[in-house]
């Protein structure tokens, strides 16, 4: 408690006193016997009152030593797993060193493509991300000192390149190399890139790249099998200056079904790793793609977000037209978008109706309402609005399709200049418009069915903007283009709907991915969540789990093949089937030597060593004697008041009280 205090508190008591000395000996002349004990009582009240005033605190100091956190990250993937002796050493010679425990808070991980707190070790992870794990600990360790020891053979295969990441980081970091250091020639099948469909009687592109690692020249034989049989072969040249070559070839996709690729490089004379030799990909021909129709007269960045947009769905094709189109081009196309359509869309219109077409009409600053309101039936748009930023607001309770990932909440508003909308048909709003900060009950983007037709309507342009905030958001478009992807599927499918939906990918690549989720709703279209799945695969029965709104299927131990299945509801009431493939994939396993020259970078960039783990003990011994990490002296100080205000109010009320009582009690007022 500080000195001042304690003055005001011994004035705060001589006031006191004397106040009560004035009111009871000197002002007054009758002194009966009680005037002891009701000059203290007032005397209580009075100092009680000053202490409210005064709120006196006092201060209580505790101090404490605060270690340096050692960070150990170790590298749990299958590329390390030849290590696991090197591991243990380092392992247990860190932990049980005595001068180590008593200098530094040990934090033990391990990562493969996410870092987990346990130190259980199993060395089956099929991807690697240092940067992620550099990056947790930089966040979870922030406001602390710290120094992470980095157990890894420096062959990362997802996320960020942590080399460059290192020169952000603001704490030492010791990479340990793991695995082999010495360089062998090697060659290898590196990035491959295909489309995952095909289509029926078209050509489908194949890109792949051959890399060679040597201090020589190598000729080798690089050759793509279809289901087995040879389509492609060609003998190339490699050397220490051109190790790189990229082939691009056009493949015809003859059949339906799932095609299996194997792209290969014959391996050389002294290669070791031949695993990295051969890489595996599927590609699923289909016969059906749907063709969408961009009609529009304007230039405007909405057409090319849409356009790119719909194209991120391989089975769905693009073309942009005027409305002067000659309408016999037309007759392919599903889908037809309709941006900013003004009176030039006539005959466009006409088509449209007479065909029963589904349609996403866009209304923006160009358009022409009222020829839109007299040129179809579907709905009819309140007009004589003027233009303003409107924000979209989710319909929380929509239920045409699931928009549960849809995240929209910090989107751009849209420019529009529409009022509400009547529909002839069953619509419902998709969003709804926020002007201002204030909701209304007007549609900003609905969805309506009328007799054969699905019409999606929006009232507003830029919608460009949504997806370039999108991208903003989450570095990717993924969130907006799965938006516009469940709107052209509900827009393609005007077949009566399945009860039973199925959700898998045709292709898995590696095994532990295999999934397989399923929908099941009763005939009012509602999720039954007191259905039995059953899912049926290599003749074995599995039972499908609920989770939240949806069954699941775990397959990740299903080992590298074709695979054939089928889902039935209630003991076979409603069944679907379908199949997939999965691609004996380990990328892991593409690496046979160490990537100790990037690891020694990042030691560099972060101001540390590269050790190797022979050198262990005598990194043990630099931790030691560095003082970067010499423990620190810290201290708290609590600062509490001396009485709980409360207490000192009811000690102030109870003294007042009794005084009062006394004084009526003896006729003293």
């Not at 201290?635 to 009280?657: G, K, M, Q, W, Y």
Request: proline content about 2%.
């Amino acid at each position: 408690m500080q000195i001042q205090t304690i003055l005001l508190l011994i004035l705060a008591a001589i006031v006191a006193l004397l106040i009560v000395g004035f009111q009871y000996y000197y002002k007054s002349k009758k002194r009966g016997k009680h005037i002891v004990l009701l000059s203290f009582f007032r005397f209580i009240a009075l100092f009680g009152v000053f202490l409210l005033l005064i709120n006196p605190k006092f201060s209580k100091k505790e101090f404490f030593i605060e270690k340096t956190n050692l960070v150990i990250l170790t590298d749990n993937s299958s590329s390390v797993k030849s290590s696991i002796a090197d591991v243990k050493a380092v392992l247990s010679k860190l932990k049980s060193d005595d001068r180590i425990n008593e200098k530094f808070n040990i934090k033990e991980y391990n990562f493969g493509n996410t870092l987990n707190s346990s130190d259980s070790l199993s060395f089956k992870e099929q991807n690697t991300n240092i940067s992620s794990a550099l990056s947790t600990v930089a966040g979870v360790f922030h406001s602390t000192n710290k120094v992470a020891l980095l157990l890894t053979d420096g062959n990362q295969t997802v996320g960020q390149d942590y080399e460059f990441l290192s020169s952000k980081l603001n704490f030492p970091v010791y990479p340990i190399v793991l695995g082999d250091t010495t360089s062998f020639e090697d060659v290898r099948i590196e990035e491959v890139n295909a489309n995952k469909y095909a289509f029926l009687k078209n050509k489908f592109p194949v890109e792949f790249y051959v890399a060679y690692e040597g201090q020589s020249s190598a000729n080798s034989t690089v050759a793509i099998s279809l289901d087995g049989k040879t389509v492609f072969k060609e003998r190339m040249q490699l050397s220490s200056v051109n190790n790189s070559k990229k082939i691009n070839i056009f493949l015809d996709a003859n059949s339906v079904g799932l095609k299996n690729l194997k792209i290969s490089v014959a391996a050389l004379a002294n290669e070791k790793n031949t695993i990295n030799n051969t890489k595996n990909i599927v590609v699923e021909v289909v016969d059906e793609k749907t063709n969408v129709a961009i009609i529009t007269n304007i230039s405007h960045p909405d057409v090319g977000a849409l356009k790119n947009s719909i194209e991120t769905n391989e089975q769905r094709s693009v073309r942009v037209y005027d409305s002067n189109v000659d309408l016999r081009l037309l007759s392919e196309t599903s889908i037809f978008v309709l941006y900013q359509p003004d009176t030039s869309f006539k005959a466009v219109f006409d088509y449209l109706n007479k065909n029963k077409a589904s349609t996403f009409v866009v209304v923006g600053s160009n358009s022409d309402i009222n020829f839109l309101n007299n040129s179809q039936e579907n709905f009819s748009i309140e007009t004589g609005y003027p233009m303003l930023d409107v924000v979209g607001v989710l319909n929380p309770a929509f239920s045409k399709y699931d928009i549960s990932d849809f995240d929209s909440s910090n989107y751009p508003p849209l420019l529009s200049s529409s009022g509400s909308i009547s529909f002839a048909g069953v619509s419902e709003s998709l969003l709804s418009m926020n002007i201002r900060g204030v909701n209304l009950s007007n549609s900003l983007f609905s969805l309506s069915t009328n007799n054969e037709s699905k019409t999606a309507l929006l009232l507003g342009e830029n919608i460009w903007k949504w997806r370039i905030q999108s991208y903003r958001n989450d570095s990717k478009f993924e969130n907006f283009d799965k938006f516009i992807g469940k709107l052209f599927l509900y827009l393609s499918e005007n077949k009566k709907k399945n009860r039973l939906n199925l959700e898998y990918q045709s292709i898995y690549e590696g095994i532990g991915k295999a999934k397989i989720a399923a929908s099941y709703f009763d005939e009012t279209f509602v999720f039954d969540t007191n259905a039995s799945l059953i899912l049926t695969i290599n003749n074995k029965e599995i039972p499908m789990l609920l989770k939240n709104e949806y069954f699941e299927a775990d397959l990740s131990y299903l080992k590298p093949g074709n695979y054939n299945f089928s889902v039935t509801v209630n003991k076979g009431t409603i069944k679907r089937g379908g199949k997939f493939t999965i691609l004996d994939f380990d990328v892991e396993q593409q690496f046979l030597s160490s990537n100790y020259k990037k690891l020694e970078k990042v030691a560099l960039a972060t101001k540390s060593e590269l050790i190797y783990p022979s050198g262990i003990i005598q990194l043990i011994d630099r931790l030691n004697s560095d003082n970067r990490y010499v423990p620190i002296q810290k201290s708290t100080e609590n600062v509490v008041s001396l009485i709980d205000f409360r207490i000192l109010l009811a000690i102030i009320i109870v003294a007042l009280a009794l005084e009062w009582f006394i004084r009526k009690y003896n006729g003293l007022i």
